[in-house]
């Protein structure tokens, strides 16, 4: 199946520090999602993103995908950006539409 | 509009009882899915709904797994005779249209998950 993989697998900021996050997959993709899993466990929708780039906010993301890789870069950063970041993917061709997720990276952002 | 809602938010089991686990998804989606999240697994699908047809439940770790979803609206997973190893917190998420749609009608969007203890 398809691989999804995410680096760095932890990361510690300085609050007000930039920081980019990336995703690497194996196959092409019909859907790429970024989420935020904040410290109560809630998927928070950040990007749906399975080419291009996308800006909200202090965070942006780019799709490349054929070269089968997604950034997610946040800029600015914020205590209240601490939890952990997944990409997850929706392979092309798939028959159940479902995501497969990366392992996440672990953002800690401190004052 | 209202999100995804679980329920209920925490569950603590003694192993061998069943449990049922209940998702109200965005109302108008068509697609529902079930997900699980372990320390030792990561994210991993479960089943997928996608309006009448029948589940796909293809991600089901075991025959003590099962789920429906009645008038195409709200999902029960139910887990029988559970195990410690059942521990997790279980994610449901729905999106517009799932494999039947395009673009931003596939995005999947996540409830707060139901963490389920089994002693």
């Known amino acids: 199946g398809i691989q999804v993989e995410q680096s760095p697998p932890d990361l510690i900021l300085q609050e007000g520090a930039n920081s980019t996050l990336r995703c690497n997959f194996s196959d092409s993709v019909n859907n790429l999602q970024w989420f935020h899993q904040n410290?109560?466990?809630?998927?928070?929708?950040?990007?749906?993103?399975?080419?291009?780039?996308k800006q909200n906010g202090r965070l942006s993301a780019t799709t490349v995908a054929t070269e089968r890789y997604s950034l997610l870069y946040i800029s600015s950063s914020q205590t209240t950006d601490s939890g952990v970041y997944f990409c997850a993917v929706e392979r092309t061709g798939g028959s159940q539409g479902n995501l497969i997720f990366g392992k996440g990276t672990k953002l800690s952002v401190k004052p | 509009g209202a999100g995804v809602s679980q329920s209920p938010s925490n569950k603590v089991t003694e192993k061998g009882k069943d449990v049922e686990l209940r998702c109200d998804p965005i109302s108008g989606h068509t697609a529902l899915y079930?997900?699980?999240?372990?320390?030792?697994?990561g994210l991993e699908f479960l089943i997928y709904f996608q309006g009448n047809s029948a589940p796909d439940k293809s991600g089901l770790p075991s025959d003590r797994f099962s789920a429906e979803r009645t008038g195409g609206s709200v999902s029960t997973l139910t887990i029988q005779r559970t195990q410690q190893e059942d521990s997790a917190v279980y994610l449901c998420a729905s999106s517009p249209s799932g494999l039947a749609g395009n673009n931003r009608r596939r995005t999947q969007y996540f409830g707060p998950g139901t963490r389920l203890l089994v002693l």
Do not use: C, D, E, H
Not at chain 2, 34 to 41: E, V
């Open chain 1, 39 to 53: 410290p109560w466990g809630q998927l928070i929708n950040l990007f749906y993103i399975p080419s291009g780039t």
């Open chain 2, 34 to 41: 079930w997900y699980r999240q372990s320390l030792g697994q």
